[in-house]
T-cell receptor
Framework: QKEVEQNSGPLSVPEGAIASLNCTYS??????FFWYRQYSGKSPELIMS????GDKEDGRFTAQLNKASQYVSLLIRDSQPSDSATYLC????????????FGTGTRLTIIP | DGGITQSPKYLFRKEGQNVTLSCEQN?????MYWYRQDPGQGLRLIYY???????QKGDIAEGYSVSREKKESFPLTVTSAQKNPTAFYLC?????????????FGPGTRLTVT
């Protein structure tokens, strides 16, 4: 079983709709969760971090964490063509641990 | 301008040659990391360093070497022992805030070995 799993996609969403990206992880003790956006040919960019169960909102982005079910999701409201990218989920095993484990990413395409 | 720089952006080498990739940061971050990314795969950790003059192997350290002589710099050498060196190499740095490390990436170096 992979430590961090994501659906590779591609996920196609009409412009203006909500894009929903999911990630599951195997280590129940994981504490810190991150979403990175990576445009084709570019490096990953940190867009959201979440550490507690529930929702965390930042502009059009909402991260959701459910530790009991071991999943973390990213919602993008009012999707724009500029949101078309690969989204990487990353997890650290415990607080104070500087190592990240990445999923393979979900490719998102916003259709105008 | 604060940030992480990697040079060069593209690098071409012949098989059997060692090559060194540069990574510099002026963010005053303590920890630095090297990852490689292959098509269709996630990022895999090669080496990381929490403080000057100390570093640890990641998941795929074989065929690579690093040094950390200055806080700002963490160069990666890809040796001839690395069997599949062609990849996108990413350097990152992080700082600790309340037990959490948020990692930020440089622009990357795309290495092609033929």
């Amino acid at each position: 079983q992979k430590e961090v799993e994501q659906n590779s996609g591609p996920l196609s969403v009409p412009e203006g709709a909500i894009a929903s990206l999911n990630c599951t992880y195997s280590d129940r003790g994981s504490q810190s969760f991150f979403w990175y956006r990576q445009y084709s040919g570019k490096s990953p960019e940190l867009i959201m971090s979440i550490y507690s169960n529930g929702d965390k909102e930042d502009g059009r982005f909402t991260a959701q964490l459910n530790k009991a079910s071991q999943y973390v999701s990213l919602l993008i409201r009012d999707s724009q063509p500029s949101d078309s990218a690969t989204y990487l989920c990353a997890v650290t095993p415990n607080f104070g641990n500087e190592k990240l484990t990445f999923g393979t990413g979900t490719r998102l395409t916003i259709i105008p | 301008d604060g940030g992480i720089t990697q040079s060069p952006k593209y690098l071409f080498r012949k098989e059997g040659q060692n090559v060194t990739l540069s990574c510099e940061q002026n963010l005053n971050h303590d920890a630095m990391y090297w990852y490689r990314q292959d098509p269709g795969q996630g990022l895999r950790l090669i080496y990381y360093s929490q403080i000057v003059n100390d570093f640890q192997k990641g998941d795929i350290a074989e065929g690579y070497s690093v040094s950390r002589e200055k806080k700002e710099s963490f160069p990666l050498t890809v040796t001839s022992a690395q069997k599949n060196p062609t990849a996108f190499y990413l350097c990152a740095s992080s700082f600790e805030r309340q037990g959490v490390y948020e990692q930020y990436f440089g622009p990357g170096t795309r290495l092609t070995v033929t």
